[in-house]
């Protein structure tokens, strides 16, 4: 079956970094775009990136422009998000899905706080 199993969350202070790594299974995952979203406590899930299958589009939500980078093995079956600078308001849980939304892992908790 497809899975898509996240890592690399955690606690981080205001500013610091952190990369999420998402592995992927039970897909041809160089078919596939990829993204990650998010959501915090009270909001709604929101797109913070996405990247085509080859990795030649990549779109990203204007909040995270400047400061998150994703990116993608295709031989590893992994997509990444580096994430910089890190502020408060990118506390969320965040989950890696497959462009078309079919898939979906089970998220990583992201918390930025001093």
């Known amino acids: 079956q497809v899975q898509l199993v996240e890592s690399g969350g955690g606690l981080v202070q205001p500013g610091g970094s952190l990369r999420l790594s998402c592995a992927a299974s039970?897909?041809?995952?160089?078919?596939?775009?990829m993204g990650w979203h998010r959501q915090a406590p009270g909001k709604q899930r929101e797109l913070v990136a996405r990247?085509?299958?080859?990795?030649?589009?990549?779109k990203y939500a204007e909040s995270v422009k400047g400061r998150f980078t994703i990116s993608r093995d295709n031989a590893k079956s992994t997509v990444y998000l580096q994430m910089n600078s890190l502020k408060p308001e990118d506390t969320a849980v965040y989950y890696c899905?497959?462009?078309?939304?079919?898939?979906w892992g089970q998220g990583t908790q992201v918390t930025v706080s001093s």
């Open positions: 039970g897909i041809i995952f160089s078919r596939y775009g």
């Open positions: 899905n497959t462009w078309d939304l079919t898939y």
């Open positions: 990247i085509s299958n080859t990795g030649g589009t990549i």
